[in-house]
């Protein structure tokens, strides 16, 4: 990438010659499991929680697929935390810097991608973490936001500060499984640093991959379990309760087709909520929705008709299984129906 960028910029000759500037994406959640042929969807979401969906790394990885859960954990051990393997996160992230021309400072990048993956979402918190003026991180920010690897969402119903999440996958993985453990890996204990790192992995990795699998879901897929529910833009929101003295986040909020972003009295289609707990969902989950619902109503939302939806790792509780087979508001969605293609 940085030769092609070179030849094509400036005072080169290739300058203006460009036909077209072809971006080619990685390839979706769905279509990555079927690249790495994995049945089972809870591995096929650990595979693609950690290397995303980039197709070149199915040939860099040394001990084929994983095809259980179990398995997943060998497999990153032998592959992810190997130094001699390909998709040693490390090296590939190093690597990944170094091919944007426009990332002289690499020092400075790696502090701010290590800030994000430990929780900072503005710039005035990531140089709190790193020791530097938040007007110094404009521009890093901007370089990461348009190489893809963080980006910066705003709240889709009310104008709020911007939220800043990393979201590459290997550089995400990297800064908060290989990095935190690179004294245990270096002296061949990756079994060890990965075993240390699962409930990181859980909280920090898994999580908010489901969540965002799930916003993926709804804005590609919610038509086939729903016909004729085609939604807008897609996104989440943090809703205030004054009478609690107290806000809610809704991982998942979906408009109407002819609503736009934090447009006063925008239509809402959808609100749901991504757990990748190993508890089951329950009756509880579904009363938090629907008091969501009402104070959005209450705060001159259109939510008539808007459907809750509960999005779960672990799967559903039977009663809440019976209510939502009786009530065409409510939406279950588990692995089997995330992955249905």
């Given at each position: 990438?940085?030769?092609?960028?070179?030849?094509?910029?400036?005072?080169?000759?290739?300058?203006?010659?460009?036909a077209?500037?072809?971006?080619?994406?990685?390839?979706?959640?769905?279509?990555?499991?079927?690249?790495?042929?994995?049945?089972?969807?809870?591995?096929?979401?650990?595979?693609?929680?950690?290397?995303g969906?980039?197709?070149?790394?199915?040939?860099?990885?040394?001990?084929?697929?994983?095809?259980t859960?179990?398995?997943?954990?060998t497999?990153?051990?032998?592959?992810l935390?190997?130094?001699?393997?390909?998709?040693?996160?490390?090296?590939?992230?190093?690597?990944?810097?170094?091919?944007?021309?426009r990332?002289?400072?690499?020092?400075?990048?790696?502090?701010?991608?290590?800030?994000?993956?430990?929780?900072?979402?503005?710039?005035?918190?990531?140089?709190?973490?790193?020791?530097?003026?938040?007007?110094?991180?404009?521009?890093?920010?901007?370089?990461?936001?348009?190489?893809?690897?963080?980006?910066?969402?705003?709240?889709?119903?009310?104008g709020?500060?911007?939220?800043?999440?990393?979201?590459?996958?290997?550089?995400?993985?990297?800064?908060?499984?290989?990095?935190?453990?690179?004294?245990?890996?270096?002296?061949?204990?990756?079994?060890?640093?990965?075993?240390?790192?699962?409930?990181?992995?859980?909280?920090?990795?898994?999580?908010?991959?489901?969540?965002?699998?799930?916003?993926?879901?709804?804005g590609?897929?919610?038509?086939?379990?729903?016909?004729?529910?085609e939604?807008?833009?897609?996104?989440?929101?943090?809703?205030?309760?004054?009478?609690?003295?107290?806000?809610h986040?809704?991982?998942?909020?979906?408009?109407?087709l002819?609503?736009?972003?934090?447009?006063?009295?925008?239509?809402?289609?959808?609100?749901g909520?991504?757990?990748?707990?190993?508890?089951?969902?329950?009756?509880?989950?579904?009363?938090?929705?629907?008091?969501?619902?009402?104070?959005?109503?209450?705060?001159?939302?259109?939510?008539?008709?808007?459907?809750?939806?509960l999005?779960?790792?672990?799967?559903?509780?039977?009663?809440?299984?019976?209510?939502?087979?009786?009530?065409?508001?409510?939406?279950?969605?588990?692995?089997?129906?995330?992955?249905?293609?």
């Open positions: 990438m940085s030769v092609m960028h070179e030849l094509l910029s400036g005072t080169q000759p290739l300058r203006g010659r460009a077209m500037d072809m971006r080619l994406a990685a390839f979706g959640y769905r279509a990555a499991r079927r690249l790495w042929a994995i049945e089972d969807p809870a591995v096929a979401l650990r595979v693609h929680a950690t290397l969906g980039a197709p070149g790394y199915r040939q860099l990885v040394a001990t084929g697929t994983p095809d859960e179990s398995g997943f954990d497999w990153v051990i032998d592959n935390l190997s130094p001699d393997i390909g998709v040693f996160t490390r090296t590939e992230t190093e690597y990944l810097l170094r091919e944007d021309p990332i002289t400072r690499r020092t400075l990048y790696y502090d701010v991608l290590t800030a994000l993956a430990r929780g900072a979402s503005s710039p005035s918190k990531i140089g709190g973490l790193i020791g530097r003026e938040r007007t110094a991180l404009s521009h890093p920010l901007d370089v990461l936001e348009s190489s893809g690897y963080v980006v910066k969402e705003e709240d889709i119903l009310r709020r500060h911007t939220s800043i999440k990393l979201v590459d996958p290997v550089i995400r993985f990297n800064q908060l499984v290989t990095v935190p453990r690179a004294d245990l890996i270096d002296r061949g204990r990756a079994d060890q640093a990965w075993h240390t790192s699962s409930a990181t992995f859980r909280s920090k990795i898994l999580g908010p991959h489901f969540e965002e699998l799930a916003r993926q879901w709804t590609n897929h919610l038509s086939e379990v729903l016909p004729g529910l939604p807008g833009a897609i996104g989440t929101t943090v809703v205030p309760d004054p009478a609690a003295r107290t806000s986040e809704v991982d998942v909020v979906a408009l109407d002819d609503s736009r972003p934090r447009q006063p009295g925008a239509r809402i289609r959808l609100l909520e991504a757990k990748a707990t190993i508890e089951r969902r329950g009756p509880h989950d579904l009363a938090r929705l629907e008091h969501i619902r009402t104070l959005l109503s209450a705060q001159g939302y259109d939510t008539e008709g808007a459907v809750l939806a999005f779960s790792l672990a799967g559903f509780h039977e009663d809440l299984m019976r209510a939502a087979a009786e009530r065409p508001d409510v939406l279950l969605v588990d692995l089997a129906t995330l992955y249905r293609s």
